[in-house]
């Protein structure tokens, strides 16, 4: 079984992941995956391409800040840049799948993005890690030392986490105590093992 697990930017995914984690379950971070794969030659070669040289460190390597700057706020430039880095993140998520699920029942997927990029056919069971909107704006600023209007413009880029609600199966609300969240886990990992 493979479960997607979900949320808006600053609902806490890690947090469960960690938990997850602590529990022995396999969990496959997106987010990793991206980072490993921006580094692949010939995506940033087809990134070099379409953005152009700018986007490259003194290393030549791409540089997500810089490669970020492009295409934030860009809906074209952001089709462009997911054209080129979806492909190749879904073929190592689905090998990285396919291995764990040899010797594991359940494998995790931590994808922030799931509704947006439409990948719920991907998974078995979608589990939602939610939390309110100013739960969620506090969370970041606080975290990423970002403004108000920056955390803002971010979460307005995703579908809301109240619409991601009705798509999930499962939405662990992250606003509670942590004991009170681990047991909502326990819960939702006895109906899986079932």
Do not use: C
Not at 37 to 57: H, N, R, T
Not at 93 to 122: C, G, S
């Amino acid at each position: 079984m493979v479960v997607g697990l979900t949320g808006g930017i600053g609902s806490g995914k890690s947090t469960v992941s960690r938990i997850l984690q602590k529990k022995g379950y396999p969990l496959i971070d997106l987010d990793k995956i991206s980072h490993e794969v921006i580094e692949y030659p010939e995506v940033i070669e087809k990134l070099v391409k379409a953005f152009g040289e700018d986007i490259l460190d003194e290393n030549g390597k791409i540089s997500r800040r810089k490669l970020g700057a492009v295409v934030f706020g860009n809906k074209e430039k952001l089709r462009e840049i997911n054209s080129i880095m979806h492909p190749v993140i879904l073929a190592e998520m689905r090998r990285q799948v396919r291995l764990l699920e040899k010797i594991n029942k359940i494998v995790f997927v931590e994808i922030q993005l799931l509704f947006e990029v439409k990948w719920e056919k991907e998974f078995d069971v979608i589990l939602l890690v939610y939390v309110d909107r100013e739960t969620q704006i506090k969370r970041v600023m606080e975290r990423d030392g970002r403004t108000f209007e920056e955390v803002e413009k971010i979460i307005n880029s995703q579908i809301n986490l109240e619409d991601k609600k009705k798509k999930s199966d499962y939405v662990i609300d992250n606003t509670k105590k942590i004991e009170e969240v681990e047991l909502e886990i326990e819960k939702i990992l006895k109906e899986l093992e079932v």
